[in-house]
C-alpha cells in the first residue's frame, strides 16, 4: 500500500512537467538562467548502432554526418553558457551512445578541459564499444567513472529486450578488461522486464557478485506510454505487480552483502563515483539534443530534433524549446524526492536552501515518511530499509513522467 502511495503522488508531481511554456527567444529566457559555478554538466549524445525497443532516451540511428555535424553544435552550445557565465566541474556523458566518434568525443572533452577546470568525468556506453583501443582513448581523455549498459547476461533476455550485446561470455571478458583502469566501473541492468523471471534476474546479481565489477545499478523497467503498448502487443502484461519481487533480490545479496547503497538503484564495492547528478547536485546544465536542465527553480527541456536543435545553434540561440519555473512547494518536493533516492537529507542543507525546516515545510510528507518507519534520524534524516522500495518507486514514477514528455517531443519532432 505504502509504495503504491507514494507512486501515486510522485506520478502526479511528475505530470506537472508535461506542461512547459514554449520559447520564443531562447536567449532572452537563458537570462533566466541563474549562474552558478561549479554545477554539474550533462552532455546528451544521440546516436546508437541499433535501437533498443524498450528505451525512451532521445536516440538516433547512427550516421556519420549527422553525429558530426552535431558535435559541432554541442560545442558551440557550451560556448554559450560559458559566455552566458557558467562553468563546470563534474560532467555526465550519457545518451544514446557517447562513443560512437570517439576522435570527436576526445575533441570535445579537450574543449571542455582548455575552458573549465573539470573535476570528474563520467561516461556511458555499451558493451559492443568496449575494444582495447577505445578503452584505451577512454582512460586518455581522463574518464574516471566508466558506466556500461548490460541490462543482462541472459541471451534469451536479452533477444526479447532486442539488444545487441554479442555473446555473454564475450560481455564478460571485456567487462573485466575495464575493471580497474577507471576509479569506478559501473554496469547497467535491468529489471521486472515483461517475460523476465526472478530466477533470471538472481542469475544476473550472482554473475555481477562474482566478476567483481565495482558497482551495479539497477533500472526498474520505466516504459513511456506508447513504448508500454509496443512492449504488450510483443509480449505480456508490462505491470508492476512483481516489480517488489525482483527489488527484494537486490535487498538480498546487495544491501545485505557487501555492498554500498548509494542510491536506491545503485550499489557499490566501497565508496564510489555515482552518475545521478540530479541527487548530488541542486542544479545542473543538460547540453544536446532532448537534454533538461534545472537551475534556479526552473526546468529547461532542449529540442528532440536533430534538426531542429542544429538550426538553434546556427542562428546563435539555445536550443531550449520548453520551460516552466517550479512553485516553491514543487522545489522543495523535487529536492525531497531527489535526496531520498541519494538515500539521506541532510535538515540544515534544507534549512539553508529553503530557510525553514523541513518538518514545518514539508509537514505531511515528513509525518507519512517518518511514521512508517521509511526514514530516521534526527539532524540527517537516512531511508531506512523499509523505505528503499517505496523510494524507488517515487523515482520510477518520476523517470516514467519524464519518458512521457520526452516520447511527445521525440513524436512531435518538437
Ligand atoms: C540510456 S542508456 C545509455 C547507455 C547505453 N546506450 C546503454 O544502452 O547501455 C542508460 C541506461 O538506461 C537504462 N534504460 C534505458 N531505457 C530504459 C527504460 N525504458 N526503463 C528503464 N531503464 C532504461 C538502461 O539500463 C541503460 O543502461
Ligand atoms: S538503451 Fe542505450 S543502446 Fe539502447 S537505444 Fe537506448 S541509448 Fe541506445
Not at 77 to 105: A, K
Request: some cysteine; hydrophobic content about 35%.
Amino acid at each position: 500500500m505504502i509504495p503504491e502511495i507514494v507512486g501515486f503522488i510522485t506520478r502526479r508531481e511528475g505530470r506537472k512537467f508535461h506542461s512547459l511554456n514554449t520559447v520564443d527567444d531562447s536567449l532572452a529566457k537563458a537570462e533566466r538562467l541563474v549562474k552558478r559555478d561549479g554545477i554539474s554538466l550533462y552532455v546528451h549524445i544521440p546516436f546508437c548502432r541499433s535501437l533498443c525497443p524498450f528505451c525512451c532516451f532521445n536516440r538516433y540511428l547512427f550516421q556519420e554526418d549527422l553525429a558530426r555535424r552535431y558535435f559541432i553544435d554541442l560545442k558551440q552550445e557550451l560556448e554559450t553558457y560559458r559566455r552566458l557565465g557558467f562553468s563546470f566541474e563534474d560532467v555526465y556523458f550519457g545518451g544514446g551512445t557517447p562513443t560512437v566518434l570517439m576522435d570527436e568525443l576526445g575533441d570535445f572533452i579537450g574543449q571542455l578541459r582548455k575552458q573549465f577546470k573539470i573535476k570528474q568525468i563520467s561516461l556511458e556506453t555499451t558493451p559492443r564499444e568496449l575494444s582495447e583501443q577505445n578503452i584505451k582513448l577512454l582512460n586518455e581523455y581522463g574518464i574516471n567513472r566508466l558506466s556500461i549498459g548490460v541490462q543482462s547476461f541472459d541471451e534469451q533476455i536479452l533477444k526479447t529486450m532486442g539488444r545487441v550485446n554479442g555473446p555473454a561470455e564475450e560481455v564478460k571478458d571485456r567487462l573485466l578488461m575495464c575493471q580497474g583502469q577507471f576509479d569506478t566501473l559501473n554496469v547497467d541492468f535491468l529489471f521486472n522486464f515483461p517475460g523476465q523471471t526472478t530466477e533470471q534476474f538472481a542469475a544476473d546479481v550472482a554473475i555481477f557478485k562474482q566478476l567483481g565489477i565495482d558497482q551495479a545499478t539497477f533500472y526498474p523497467l520505466m516504459p513511456s506510454p506508447h513504448k508500454k503498448d509496443d512492449l504488450e502487443r510483443r509480449f505480456s502484461r508490462v505491470d508492476n505487480y512483481h516489480e517488489k519481487n525482483f527489488y527484494e533480490i537486490i535487498l538480498r545479496e546487495l544491501y545485505h552483502g557487501d555492498f554500498t547503497p548509494s542510491t536506491a538503484w545503485c550499489f557499490s564495492r566501497g565508496e564510489r563515483m555515482i552518475d545521478e547528478y540530479i541527487i548530488e547536485s541542486d542544479d545542473y546544465i543538460g547540453i544536446g539534443s532532448g537534454s533538461v536542465s534545472i537551475v534556479g527553480g526552473n526546468f529547461y527541456v532542449n529540442s528532440f530534433s536533430l534538426d531542429r536543435y542544429h538550426e538553434l545553434i546556427v542562428s546563435g540561440r539555445l536550443p531550449i524549446v520548453g520551460w516552466r519555473g517550479l512553485s516553491e512547494k514543487e522545489k522543495r518536493r523535487y529536492y525531497l524526492l531527489t535526496k531520498l533516492f541519494g538515500l539521506k537529507l541532510d535538515k540544515e542543507a534544507f534549512r539553508r536552501r529553503f530557510g525553514g525546516d523541513i518538518g514545518s515545510q514539508l509537514r505531511l510528507e515528513m509525518a507519512f515518511f517518518r511514521s512508517f518507519g521509511l526514514v530516521s534520524g534526527n539532524n540527517i534524516l537516512h531511508v531506512t530499509e523499509k523505505g528503499m522500495y517505496p523510494v524507488s518507486v517515487m523515482m520510477r514514477e518520476f523517470f516514467a513522467a519524464l519518458n512521457t514528455l520526452r516520447e511527445y517531443y521525440i513524436e512531435h519532432q518538437i
